[in-house]
C-alpha cells in the first residue's frame, strides 16, 4: 500500500493521518503544501479539494482524514 499525504504542518489531522500509518505501519509520503506550492495547486485544481489533509491510496483519492479511516478499516475486513 503506498499511501500520499497532502497536508501542512499545522494541521492536525494531517498529523493524525501520519501517526495511523505509523501505528499500522503503513509507510506514507508526506507532502506539505506550505513548501511545495505545486501540491497546493495539485489539490485544488486536481483533486478538487479544498480542504487538508487529501490522502491517496495506491495513487487513489480517498479524501480526508475520516475517509482514509474508512478505507483502511474496509481493506481490514
Known amino acids: ?3 500520499t499525504i497532502y ?3 499545522w494541521c492536525g489531522y494531517c498529523t ?3 501517526e495511523l500509518c505509523l501505528e499500522k505501519g503503513i509507510a506514507y509520503d508526506d507532502v506539505n503544501i506550505d ?3 505545486e501540491a497546493k495547486t495539485f489539490v485544488k485544481e486536481s483533486l478538487g479539494a479544498s480542504t487538508i489533509p487529501q490522502i491517496l491510496v495506491d495513487g ?3 479524501g480526508g482524514y475520516d475517509d482514509f479511516v474508512a478505507k483502511l478499516e474496509s481493506s481490514e475486513d
Do not use: F, N, S
Open 1 to 3: 500500500m503506498k499511501v
Open 7 to 9: 497536508g501542512a504542518d
Open 16 to 18: 493524525k493521518a501520519k
Open 35 to 37: 513548501k511545495e506550492p
Open 60 to 62: 487513489e483519492h480517498v
